[in-house]
């Protein structure tokens, strides 16, 4: 069975195809990269809308493959920005309508867990979910996978994007931060705020540009947020990892491209006994492949779904899906 999968959920319009074994024959983004900084979400739905058939197309040359050979449409259908989740739930209905095959809408986060699973080998993981509007710690637990911690305000990555573009850095900072904070040779001490299995980034926030205010130079400022940030990050997916009894973590979303980020968390593995999988930049990033790949997964498992329970979920939480394709 072949899938082609639609990924819309914020900046990036992706679209992958597989097959029933997680074999990936295509996997084509367009990333919207707004001119001043910022997402707007009616400025990015337009940027899907205008790019989507076209990288559908690409996708299916890509594939060496037509339309007739795909069997099953799948989409995300949230968590994600209202305009953006309707131009790729559009295009999915329209296309399953036009190929007379049947559709699947997919929890983005969940997504992220599956691809992982399946790229990296690890079976039973805690996944640390951190990319520029998510950061959660999800696991597999009685059916579902459920939230153990997230931030209680934005996503790690936002934080490093605002911060950063108030820093002066530019839009899409998270990298801008790597780099700086290797040229860093002193730590000042940031709000470190973890609650339980929860983390809040903006008393850092407001920390780091005071610290800029008094003159820090930018890279001590990117090397304090980031030992900071993701420390705070490592405690959680650890305390995770101990509550649940679970020996293996993965890593996911834009944010763990971050060789610093993975550093904390492979220390953290080896000392617990544990071990950290990651999966390729291309599937750590929103993609169309790991949409693809849900849908295919759910389908399998004996998931129907009609137009009309289509419907795109800005707030779509991961526990919310029954996750019939595990046992
Ligand atoms: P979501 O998955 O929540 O819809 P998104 O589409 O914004 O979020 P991704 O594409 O997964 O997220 O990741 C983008 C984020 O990753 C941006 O915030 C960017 O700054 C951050 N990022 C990318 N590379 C790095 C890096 N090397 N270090 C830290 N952050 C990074
Ligand atoms: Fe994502």
Known sequence: ???L???????????????????????EIDMFKPPTGGLHPREVANHHADVVARVIS?????????????????????????PCLRIAATAARALSGYLKVPIVGVNHCIAH????????????????????GNTQVIAYSEGRYRIFGETQDIGIGNMLDKLGRDLGMGFYAGP???????????YYELPYSVKGMDVAFSGLMTAALALHKKGVRLEDIA?????????????????????IGKDEVLLGGGV?????????VADMAHERGAEMFVPDRRFCMDNGAMIAWLGSE?????????????????RFRTDEVEVTWRS
């Open 223 to 243: 090397l304090s947020v980031q030992e900071t940030a993701y420390a705070m990050l490592t405690e959680v997916t650890e305390r995770a990892m101990a509550h």
């Open 1 to 3: 069975m072949i899938t």
């Open 113 to 132: 867990i599956e691809i992982g699973r399946a790229q990296t080998g690890c079976t039973d993981p805690a996944l640390l979910y951190a990319s520029g």
């Open 176 to 186: 801008v931060f790597e780099k700086l904070a290797k040229e860093g040779d002193k």
């Open 58 to 82: 690409e996708a299916l040359d890509k594939a060496g493959m037509t339309p007739k050979d795909i069997d099953l449409v799948s989409f995300s259908m949230g968590p994600g920005l209202g």
């Open 5 to 27: 999968g639609i990924e819309g959920t914020a900046h990036t319009l992706g679209v992958g195809i597989v097959d029933s074994d997680c074999k990936v024959y295509a996997n």
């Open 256 to 264: 763990v491209q971050n060789m610093r980020l993975r550093e904390m």
């Open 298 to 314: 759910m389908y399998s498992s004996g998931v129907r779904m009609d137009v009309s329970d289509t419907a795109v979920m800005q």
